[in-house]
């Protein structure tokens, strides 16, 4: 008799225990979605502010007022 409390007792706690780990597992995905969406952002903008700056020393190298040289230096 007391075998069947004991095992209707560790279910329920079992079931509240998925319940909790439910909760936690669908907060940490909406977590990391978002961060990995800013990661997204920063690297896009990274190479935004990589594609611009090659975009300025190639007009500026093609007016003859710094070298190709100066480039690859100022960018890396």
Not at 20 to 41: P, Q, S
Request: charged fraction near 15%.
């Amino acid at each position: 008799m007391w075998g069947f409390y004991w095992e209707l007792r560790v279910v329920t706690l079992c079931s509240r225990f998925d319940t909790a780990l439910e909760v936690g597992r669908l907060l940490a995905m909406k977590k990391y979605f978002t961060m990995a969406v800013c990661v997204g952002i920063v690297f896009f903008l990274d190479y935004i502010g990589y594609g611009l700056a090659f975009w300025y020393g190639a007009e500026l190298v093609s007016k003859s007022e710094i070298t190709p040289g100066s480039v690859f230096t100022v960018s890396f």
